[in-house]
Each structure stands twice: as structure tokens, then as C-alpha cells.
């Protein structure tokens, strides 16, 4: 299960703070098949703990609950093109920067980046490889200065 979809990383206290927000209406975000299952099943964990939890947990569980059904509503299912080169969303790209390393990336709904090779179709580093192809050289603009890389798979 991809942290996008627990607080893993914060304390239920922070969870709690947080607002439940709907995307405005007639938006939509985009999310992968597989993001939006991992998203239902989420969901269904939380209804089941919410019966069995103690009230305090039962409170911070409804919470995360709100902000799941919340998001469950406003995502739209993208099924990802067939692959042909091009980079799309919910596409896995292989990249060789000028440093020499190479990196694996997946471009997913901003609900189901994870840091560890899920990044988000609105991040800078996704909207600088979308509609390149295999072979495209791309340049990025970062706070240390400009990077580059080639892009030698999509699928």
C-alpha cells in the first residue's frame, strides 16, 4: 500500500487536523486502476477497524475515513494508453541522468505518489518528461541547478 494512502508518516493527531476537501465540482484527479483499488480497500479497512475501535480511535478512524470517501469521490479512473514510446500518465519511465545513474518512474495521480518511484503527473520532474519519447533528452531546472536525462524506456 503506497503512503498516499495512510499517515504512516504523521501522527493521528495531524490526520485529524487536516480538512476534508472535495475537488471542486466537475474537477476531477486523475488516478490509475490500481491506485483507486488500493484506495477502496483502504476504505473498506477503515469501516471494518471503525466498528471495532475504542471512541478516541473511533474518532481519528472517521476522520480518515471522510478524507478517503473524499477522494474516492473526486478521482477519475485513467486507464493508461497503450504504451507507444510517448510518456503519458500512468506510464513507467526509465531514465539515465547525465550523472550516469538510472531511475525508474511511474506517473500516477497526485493521491497516489509515494516518493519511491510514484511521482505525481503534477510534479515539475512528470510535467518535464509528459509527450517526450525513448530517446528524448530532457532538461530540468532544479534549486541545485540544470539536470539532464535521457529517456531510454516507456511502458
Do not use: C, N
Request: glycine share 8%; proline share 6%; net charge negative.
Amino acid at each position: 500500500m503506497s503512503k498516499a494512502f495512510t499517515s504512516e508518516e504523521t501522527p493521528d493527531e495531524a490526520v485529524l487536523g487536516r480538512t476534508v476537501s472535495r475537488a471542486a465540482r466537475g474537477a476531477e484527479r486523475p488516478m490509475t486502476p490500481e491506485g483507486y483499488q488500493a484506495l477502496l480497500a483502504e476504505v473498506e479497512r477503515l469501516r471494518v477497524a471503525k466498528v471495532a475501535a475504542e471512541a478516541l480511535e473511533r474518532a481519528g478512524l472517521e476522520h480518515r475515513l471522510a478524507l478517503l470517501t473524499a477522494t474516492v469521490e473526486s478521482v477519475r479512473v485513467v486507464e493508461p494508453p497503450p504504451p507507444d514510446g510517448t510518456v503519458r500518465f500512468g506510464a513507467t519511465v526509465t531514465l539515465r541522468w547525465d550523472d550516469g545513474r538510472a531511475q525508474v518512474l511511474r506517473l500516477v495521480g497526485p493521491d497516489e505518489a509515494d516518493g519511491a518511484g510514484k511521482v505525481s503527473v503534477e510534479s515539475p520532474l512528470a510535467r518535464a518528461l509528459l509527450e517526450h519519447r525513448e530517446g528524448d533528452e530532457v532538461e530540468l531546472v532544479l534549486p541545485r541547478g540544470e539536470v539532464s536525462a535521457r529517456i531510454t524506456r516507456v511502458r
